[in-house]
């Protein structure tokens, strides 16, 4: 089976993995704070907090923003579930913000309506979690100046984005036009730490809250402390926080792979515009053609084929492809909160169209032209 994603390993790769288990510390060590280093000199970020998950990212992004049962968060449908999820966690309301169909990501049209109308009835959301779908940036330049109008925070979930840029100007991770932004090192992401993810911002603050958050709240920062006379040894917790560390052995997977990313995502490139080429005559819409995109996805929406069809017929030919996404409001637990099919009609018949094609930078191009092959017979 060809799949739709898929990590590459390297020797480098696991001599770091094989020396760190050698090493004093498994966890906690030197091999975290590299990363982060690395991380932050790679994006741009001023800090950087490596965690166990994209996901657990998105939590902390959320807790360090203050967010509670009080609050509202937006998102958009077109999305993993986490996106969502994150902002449930803390207590706070959900809701969705639909997708422009031609670049997949936040419609800033609808955005803007949306906000006049929560202005008015006072549901204005406390932050908006934009998502750069398939490794396309969002237009941060205007979220950002609607987030000054009507105030509220951006955490930009980059999990499909390490490695792309913003229209050449600066690199995804680097929070220029947000409060907050995250990435994944799931093994279908950029770079792999097996599971893992990572927090970056430029405020001291949510990288100080990020950081005890990500380890029980616990503080052995003698300045911080609140004990007047702290015996040796000593630590305090300051808040309920949870265990989102990251391993020595998972971060020294990263360093090693951070290092390759730039080819990495090269090779992904490589083969998007090899797509462009061999489907550019078949009745499927392509994704907009970004040279800044760090080609996470390549999805194709089926103009006149039925999407399942065409789905079985690449597996039976053997090739796993995926669907991204299942609109988050269509879910059961977010339908159990009220949510309707039919509320975000663009995330909806984008959906039912769309076909994540196989997109990895170890795809071989015998791989890739079966694929365009099984295709082309299949659509034609
Ligand atoms: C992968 C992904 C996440 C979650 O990352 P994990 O590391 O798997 O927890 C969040 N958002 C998006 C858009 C993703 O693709």
């Known amino acids: 089976m060809i799949p739709y994603g898929k990590h590459t390993i390297t020797q480098d790769d696991i001599n770091a993995v094989t020396e760190t288990l050698q090493n004093q510390f498994l966890t906690q060590g030197k091999a975290v704070p590299q990363f982060e280093q690395a991380l932050c000199e790679y994006t741009g970020a001023q800090f950087a907090v490596a965690v166990n ?12 923003l203050d967010i509670n049962n009080d609050d509202i968060v937006w998102t958009v449908p077109n999305t993993f579930a986490a996106s969502a999820n994150c902002a449930r966690y803390c207590g706070a309301e959900v809701d969705f913000v639909d997708i422009d169909v031609e670049t ?12 006049k109308d929560a202005k008015k009835q006072n549901t204005l959301p406390k932050a908006l979690i934009v998502v750069h779908f398939a490794g396309h940036m969002c237009d941060m330049e205007s979220l950002s100046s609607l987030a000054a ?3 509220f925070a951006i955490i930009e979930d980059a999990a ?9 100007k600066y690199k995804a991770g680097k929070p220029q036009h947000s409060s907050i932004t995250i990435l994944s090192f799931h093994p279908v992401k950029s770079i792999t730490t097996a599971e ?13 809250k990020a950081k005890l958050y990500s380890s029980h709240g616990i503080t052995k920062n003698a300045n911080s402390f609140r004990c007047e006379k702290p015996s040796i040894a000593h630590y305090e917790q300051h808040t309920l926080g949870f265990n ?7 971060a020294a997977l990263g360093i090693s792979q951070i290092n390759r990313l730039d080819q990495l995502i090269a090779q992904r490139r490589k083969l998007a515009e090899r797509y462009y080429k061999k489907l550019v005559d078949l009745p499927v819409k392509l994704p907009i053609n970004d040279a800044n995109s760090a080609w996470h996805l390549f999805v194709i929406e089926l ?9 079985q017929t690449l597996l039976d030919n053997g090739i796993a492809a995926n669907v991204h996404y299942i609109p988050v409001h269509w879910h059961p637990y977010y339908q159990q909160l009220g949510f309707k099919k039919g509320q975000f009609e663009n995330s909806e018949n984008y959906y039912r169209r769309a076909i994540s094609l196989p997109l990895f930078p170890e795809l071989t191009l015998n791989e890739q032209d079966h694929v ?7 659509l034609t």
């Open 53 to 64: 998950s994209g996901t657990s990212a998105l939590h902390l992004a959320c807790l360090s």
């Open 104 to 115: 997949r990501l936040i419609s800033i049209d609808k955005l803007h309506s949306k906000l």
């Open 149 to 151: 109008e009507f105030g």
């Open 160 to 168: 499909h984005a390490f490695g792309s840029s913003y229209k050449g």
């Open 196 to 208: 893992g993810g990572a927090l970056l911002t430029d405020s001291t603050e949510i990288a100080e």
């Open 244 to 250: 989102y560390r990251l391993s020595d052995l998972h």
């Open 303 to 311: 103009l006149e084929h039925d999407r399942d069809q065409i789905f």
């Open 372 to 378: 365009t092959a099984v295709l082309r017979e299949a």
